[in-house]
């Protein structure tokens, strides 16, 4: 069977989508047909995503929350739903990260992370369960290579992506009866995003990061995205709780970050 990435009459939410790898894939589905909805806590980076994303027969929506706020989360998904009918795609991409050593990370650092990447994917998931109750609707969470391999300076986020992959495992086992999908894409290196500079801040690090991908390059926004429409088209209608590494092998090769 031929299947091709038309999600025309499709309704995609994006939490996280005004930025980096997130906006990337609202705008591979935007280019697909779909309706865009999209949020973050900045409203010029939410007004600046609209605008992008918007097309003369699918306006996007934006809201301006931030994912700790189970009310916000929900508010904002009722309003979409109010909107444009249903939610047929929901991708959770909100996170936070800052490189830290475990000894001098403070408590509150820690949780900080933990709040917006599991706790922040729990309350959008809660939330949006009533509106993807039916078959045939996708979830996908975006996660991080430190889900599955440890990285130093990096236990929080360790911690806190491990977690929202084992949520995408448990819903899939809970959700699964109703007809609704749902996985991980976990991006590897990906090049001129936020995270990718911060963690690589020096071009003999960013090397290094490179010679550690057997693929021997950084990844683009585009792979993620691509990855993201398979999983939510009919191709991928018998996937469900998987946890997807997007990084040339990455992963498999250690994700050792450079040096320098």
């Not at 739903?81 to 001098?104: E, T």
């Not at 709040?115 to 939330?127: E, K, P, S």
């Amino acid at each position: 069977m031929n299947f091709s990435f038309d999600f025309s009459g499709k309704n995609v939410f994006v939490f996280g989508g005004t930025s980096g790898i997130n906006l990337g894939i609202a705008e591979s589905f935007a280019a697909a047909g779909a309706t865009i909805g999209v949020a973050s806590r900045s409203q010029d980076k939410v007004d600046a995503a609209v605008a992008r994303l918007s097309r003369p027969k699918t306006p996007a929506l934006g809201f301006s929350l931030d994912v700790r706020q189970p009310q916000a989360v929900a508010d904002a998904l009722a309003s979409f739903v109010q909107r444009q009918g249903k939610i047929d795609v929901l991708v959770s991409g909100a996170a936070g990260n800052f490189p830290a050593a475990a000894a001098s990370l403070s408590p509150n650092g820690f949780k900080s992370v933990v709040d917006i990447d599991l706790l922040g994917t729990f309350n959008v998931m809660r939330a949006a369960w009533e509106h993807l109750n039916k078959p045939g609707a996708s979830v996908i969470s975006i996660s991080a290579p430190q889900a599955i391999v440890a990285m130093a300076m990096q236990v929080h986020v360790c911690a806190a992506k491990a977690g929202v992959d084992m949520i995408t495992k448990t819903l899939a086992l809970e959700w699964g009866h109703e007809g609704v999908r749902i996985n991980s894409v976990i991006p590897g290196p990906i090049d001129g995003t936020e995270g990718m500079a911060r963690l690589a801040p020096s071009e003999s690090a960013r090397q290094g990061v490179i010679d550690s991908v057997p693929m021997r390059r950084m990844g683009t926004p585009q792979d993620i995205a691509d990855a993201c429409l398979f999983l939510a088209s009919d191709a991928a209608r018998y996937i469900t709780g998987a946890v997807l590494p997007v990084d040339g092998g990455w992963a498999v090769a250690g994700a050792r970050m450079g040096r320098g």
